[in-house]
């Protein structure tokens, strides 16, 4: 699976969009992107995916460069209970059984 | 829906003793992921168990073991317990189809700390 690079830590004043950068440069043609949370002391929290379109749902939208080397995920209000260790991983998503790959993440920080 | 749990939430074991963790599944998942998280770090992967069998493993030692059970439920077993299997110990749950792998759903985990 391809390695990402995201920024060790991040603030954001409360109300105000989130938006999380993700780099992966060396993302192959059949890797989706992934982002999870995790809240202190919390399992993952699954938030959204995509391979090459856009995509958002109830918590977040994804947005994926059009060669695919970068990507931003966001929170469009973000609130206190955001507070979070966001994780950006590729995967590919059909064939193979490797876990998921964790790197450091970034640190969130929502600022009231 | 019930989402993945897992038992207990925390724990306590001596060095060189023995430890089974216990996970339960998303209801219509069939495959069982098994992570360790050390303090600081993001998780790593262990190994995945699809069919009751080993379907991938991480870079762990024989040690750390499994199994998965026909209702999909799943254990981790590590024995000769060392100083740095103190960690969070989550489970995930996907639905699979045959090999193709789809979005991984997290337990809360266990703390485990070994003395």
């Known amino acids: 699976d391809a390695k990402t690079t995201q920024p060790p830590s991040m603030d954001c004043a409360e109300g105000r969009a989130a938006n999380l950068p993700c780099n992966h440069s060396?993302?192959?043609?059949?890797?989706?992107v992934y982002w999870y949370r995790q809240i202190h002391s919390q399992g993952p929290q699954y938030i959204i995916h995509?391979?090459?379109n856009n995509e958002t749902n109830e918590m977040a939208s994804l947005i994926i460069t059009e060669d695919r080397k970068s990507s931003t995920l966001i929170l469009p209000h973000a609130t206190l209970r955001d507070t979070a260790v966001y994780y950006c991983?590729?995967?590919?998503?059909?064939?193979?059984?490797?876990?998921?790959?964790f790197g450091k993440g970034t640190h969130l920080i929502i600022q009231p | 829906e019930t989402g993945v749990t897992q038992s207990p939430t925390h724990l306590i074991k001596t060095r060189g003793q023995q430890v089974t963790l216990r996970c339960s599944s998303q209801?219509?998942?069939?495959?069982v992921s098994w992570y360790q998280q050390a303090l600081g770090q993001g998780p790593q992967f262990i190994f995945q168990?699809?069919?009751?069998?080993?379907?991938g493993r991480g870079n762990f030692p024989p040690r750390f073991s499994g199994l998965q059970f026909p209702n999909y439920s799943s254990e981790l077993n590590v024995n000769a317990l060392e100083l740095d299997d103190s960690a969070l110990y989550l489970c995930?749950?996907?639905?699979?189809?045959?090999?193709?792998?789809?979005?991984?759903?997290f337990g809360p985990g266990t703390r485990l700390l070994v003395l």
């Open positions: 168990y699809y069919r009751e069998e080993e379907n």
């Open positions: 995509g391979l090459k």
């Open positions: 991983i590729v995967k590919v998503s059909g064939g193979g059984a490797d876990g998921l790959t």
């Open positions: 209801s219509g998942h069939n495959t």
């Open positions: 995930a749950s996907s639905p699979t189809s045959g090999r193709a792998q789809e979005t991984q759903y």
């Open positions: 060396t993302i192959s043609g059949n890797e989706y």
